[in-house]
């Protein structure tokens, strides 16, 4: 699919400020929304929108199809009348500058209960309506989720890999039997679910009305503690007593020297494939009804991926195997129609790689601050750039560009200023006009980068396990006066 000329920003909903500890999807969503018009941007890029787990990270989800409730806005259920101004009186103090996820955490559930309460009390029959069709129209994922997050719960969170035999092998007496027993719990796990999907859509709308498309992300893998390995998984190399037999990974590369051990269950391709990919074909369905477009993670991985022997230390000792390659992709068309896919195809990237690509017209990736470690032949120097991609000055897992360049070899940094022909005063704003003027079709670059915010900034550390993803943008730092630079280099470069 060839896109548009078009730039966009990169910013997850986490980061937005607000009074609840995280970002969400409340009025400051939508003053968002105002500020991307106001700057003549369309496109506003996120992270996936999962229900995180271990460390916090949208690329380790409880389910790749529901959404995350701690994103749910208190604000609107206030609105809504779910929430009274009595359930706020106990509000933390929350620090403005980050995501505190253990308390903000415990406060949202605590509110979401609350709401929960109010729905089950009341008599709404409208509500309660839209409530019992958003559950069968999503039954299909929505019942193993809710379950699934149900005994979770009632085991203090423990992964099911410690839950009790029984349940943890899936066994139908004991899930029908916990079923039957919990059933209030589990329709509050699809209440929530109800209220994501109700504020998400009605976000999405009014962006839509702005002019304002979405590009969302899908991981290729999935959380070995999710739902989705718990209830299908003879999808994934898991043997009989539910452990993984092999995991996911990369092998050592500019992120790191040892690899990235991710941990995920690897999928059994075989098993897909005899189902005419029907698991993945509902989760791009999915997909498409949250984004416009799709960054689908890890690219390569379809063409051919590493894989590790469950309980190696590192990802140094693995092996390439064959992916589902043209297979996949060719069912999902088949199915879905054009697919408006962005490749991620960054780290080790083969031949076999690029024709995947470029069989099914997916725009690739590249990144400015990769650029510079190599010659005038490297391909993320904007002069080698082709129409159909995207590129961006660093991504959720790089630096922001001021912390990249001043942490950069000093050979980085001399070629780097003599390829912008900069003084490196205004490296950020040099190297995102940089970007903005090439011939790529979309140009995106992180929120911090346009804040011209340092390494404190930074959103993610690959290959570290905490103390990621807690970046939060400043109250009011939407500036008009960055609206209206931003909306400049719009105007100047046709975007």
Not at 288 to 307: N, P, V
Not at 395 to 401: E, F, K, R, S, V
Not at 430 to 437: E, G, K, L
Request: proline share 6%; charged share 20%.
């Amino acid at each position: 699919m060839n896109l548009p000329r078009a730039s966009g920003i990169l910013l997850h909903p986490t980061s937005f400020p607000g009074p609840d500890g995280i970002g969400d999807l409340g009025p400051e969503a939508y003053q968002w929304i105002d500020f991307l018009k106001d700057s003549g941007t369309t496109l506003w890029q996120v992270l996936p929108l999962g229900p995180t787990g271990y460390g916090d990270s949208p690329y380790q989800c409880f389910s790749a199809f529901a959404g995350n409730p701690y994103l749910i806005s208190p604000n609107l259920l206030l609105d809504q009348g779910l929430l009274t101004r009595a359930d706020f009186t106990d509000r933390p103090v929350f620090p403005a500058e980050g995501v505190d996820y253990g308390n903000a955490i415990q406060w949202k559930l605590t509110l979401l209960s609350r709401a929960f309460t109010r729905f089950t009390t009341r008599q709404d029959d409208e509500l309660q309506n839209r409530f019992n069709q958003f559950c069968k129209e999503n039954a299909a994922w929505l019942q193993d989720y809710a379950i699934f997050m149900a005994i979770k719960e009632s085991q203090g969170g423990r992964s099911w890999l410690d839950w009790e035999k029984a349940l943890k092998l899936h066994e139908p007496a004991a899930v029908q039997l916990f079923t039957e027993s919990n059933m209030q719990a589990i329709q509050e796990q699809q209440f929530r679910q109800f209220l994501f999907f109700e504020q998400w859509n009605a976000l999405k709308e009014y962006a839509h009305a702005n002019e304002v498309k979405i590009i969302g992300d899908v991981p290729i893998f999935v959380s070995m503690d999710s739902a989705d390995v718990w209830a299908h998984r003879e999808l994934f190399f898991i043997d009989s007593k539910g452990n993984p037999t092999f995991i996911a990974g990369v092998p050592p590369d500019y992120f790191s020297p040892t690899g990235q051990l991710w941990g995920n269950p690897l999928y059994n391709w075989k098993k897909h494939r005899d189902s005419g990919f029907a698991w993945w074909i509902e989760r791009m369905r999915a997909s498409l009804q949250l984004f416009d477009w799709i960054r689908l993670d890890h690219f390569r991985g379809f063409a051919a991926y590493w894989k590790i022997k469950a309980g190696s230390p590192t990802a140094e000792v693995g092996i390439w195997e064959k992916g589902p390659g043209v297979a996949l992709f060719t069912a999902l068309e088949n199915t879905l129609g054009e697919l408006p896919i962005i490749a991620e195809d960054l780290g080790v990237i083969t031949p076999d790689v690029v024709a995947l690509r470029e069989k099914f017209s997916f725009p690739g990736m590249c990144i400015l601050q990769f650029a510079f470690g190599g010659d005038p032949a490297d391909r993320f120097l904007p002069h080698n750039y082709v129409r159909n991609s995207v590129v961006y000055t660093g991504t959720h897992d790089n630096n922001t560009t001021l912390g990249w360049f001043n942490t950069s070899s000093s050979a980085e940094r001399d070629f780097c200023l003599k390829y912008l022909g900069s003084c490196g005063e205004d490296i950020v704003a040099n190297m995102i006009r940089t970007i903005w003027s090439s011939v790529a079709s979309f140009s995106i670059a992180p929120m911090q980068d346009f804040l011209n915010l340092d390494i404190h900034a930074r959103m993610n550390y690959p290959s570290k396990a905490d103390g990621n993803w807690c970046w939060r943008m400043a109250p009011n730092a939407e500036s008009v006066e960055l609206a209206g630079r931003i909306r400049d280099l719009n105007f100047l470069y046709s975007r």
